[in-house]
């Protein structure tokens, strides 16, 4: 599911240009992340060794550290759009939900802005980057994944 259609089952949509800025109302918040974790599982459900991963599980059984990085990241989503043009608005009243999609540019700029954010994220909790590891080391905080995005 995209992030836009989700947007749309909670009356807002995704426009190009708006006379004023709406932030995603924090009610919305969890429920947006707990929908977009459901997208995420049923995408990865499929794959073998995700079955076994700590992210299988449903949001309320996520450890909290996940679940604080997931609504973060729900948080950021405004920023992420309006890196590649986009604000989010309330529909009105009868309105229609119209959006044709994201063009390569556009995807790229929010993957690399919520690239950027997520390495915030990491630091904030203590890790490290060391790029000479295959994977991280949960022991030592460190990782080889805090690189930029390019």
């Known amino acids: 599911m995209q992030i836009p259609v989700i947007l749309a089952d909670l009356g807002y949509e995704v426009v190009r240009e708006a006379e004023c800025e709406h932030m995603i109302e924090d009610r919305y918040l969890l429920e947006l992340a707990i929908m977009i974790h459901e997208d995420y599982m049923k995408k990865r459900n499929n794959e073998e060794d995700f079955r076994e991963n ?29 890196e590649a043009g986009y604000y989010i608005r309330p529909l009105e009243n009868g309105e ?8 390569d540019d556009e995807i790229y700029k929010m993957a690399k802005t919520e690239h950027l954010r997520w390495i915030w994220d990491q630091r904030l909790k203590g890790w490290l980057a060391d790029p000479d590891l295959d994977e991280p080391d949960k022991a ?7 690189v930029d995005f390019d």
């Open 54 to 82: 700590k992210l299988s599980v449903s949001f309320d059984k996520l450890p909290e550290d996940i679940k604080r990085s997931n609504i973060d990241n729900i948080y950021h989503i405004p920023n992420k759009l309006r």
């Open 96 to 103: 229609d939900f119209i959006f044709s999609g994201f063009s």
């Open 140 to 146: 030592s905080k460190t990782t080889p994944y805090l």
